[in-house]
């Protein structure tokens, strides 16, 4: 049973486009909400992460919004460039250590 | 300098073999994970160890045993191998059980 729910699977943005990922949970223990960005043939990797009392972060071109009322966050990825070509997955934790993931999605920039 | 490093990166074997994985990480970290991550790229947590304690033991066969013999080390042995048992398998480690480092993945194959 997935825990976060995330869509879309895949999309194409043009360079220099709006890629956006919505996110969505069920269980209100959840209290960290990371993002991960994984290239073909590597690990994932911690790109930024938001905790529910802040409603937006942004680090560069990457912004997540948090909307608690409505257990929902998304990734924003602006000026989308080819080099953000990967699969992103969100992710929610809680305090039993426990980092449920997203089924992530396929970002293709094309140039 | 890599920060949570496991070994093999590739591993090719028969049905009915036994094999482990090893992973090393060196941030210091205090919980360690093994995550398996199928052909659709969804990753699903295994195990977890929080200073050389199991505290997460999601529904796997016990044909998976993980073993901590320290903090800094945790090894996944998987005995009489199936076919089904193809996929990458992540380590990763974090502080608390928040951001999450992950290995470069140990890509297993049963032939």
């Known amino acids: 049973q997935q825990q976060v729910k995330q869509s879309p699977q895949s999309l194409i943005v043009q360079k220099g486009g709006i890629s956006i990922i919505n996110c969505a949970y069920e269980?209100?223990?959840?209290?960290?909400f990371p993002w991960y960005q994984q290239f073909p043939g590597k690990g994932p990797a911690l790109l930024i992460a938001i905790r529910p009392d802040v409603s937006e972060k942004k680090e560069g071109r990457f912004t997540i919004s948090f909307n608690k009322s409505a257990k929902q966050f998304s990734l924003h990825i602006m000026d989308s460039q080819p080099g953000d070509s990967a699969t992103y997955f969100c992710a929610a934790s809680r305090a039993d250590y426990k980092l449920s993931f997203g089924a992530g999605t396929t970002v293709t920039v094309r140039a | 300098d890599t920060a949570v490093s496991q070994t093999p990166k590739y591993l090719v074997t028969q049905m009915g073999n036994d094999k482990s994985i090893k992973c090393e990480q060196n941030?210091?970290?205090?919980?360690m994970y093994w995550y398996k991550q199928d052909s659709k790229k969804f990753l699903k947590i295994m195990f977890s160890y929080n200073n050389k304690e199991l505290i997460i033991n999601e529904t796997v066969p016990n044909r998976f045993s993980p073993k901590s013999p320290d903090k800094a080390h945790l090894n996944l042995h998987i005995n009489s191998l199936e076919l089904g048992d193809s996929a990458v398998y992540f380590c990763a480690s974090s502080q608390e059980g928040r951001e999450a480092f992950f290995g470069q993945g140990t890509r297993l194959t049963v032939v």
């Open positions: 941030l210091g970290h205090d919980t």
């Open positions: 269980n209100t223990a959840f209290d960290y």
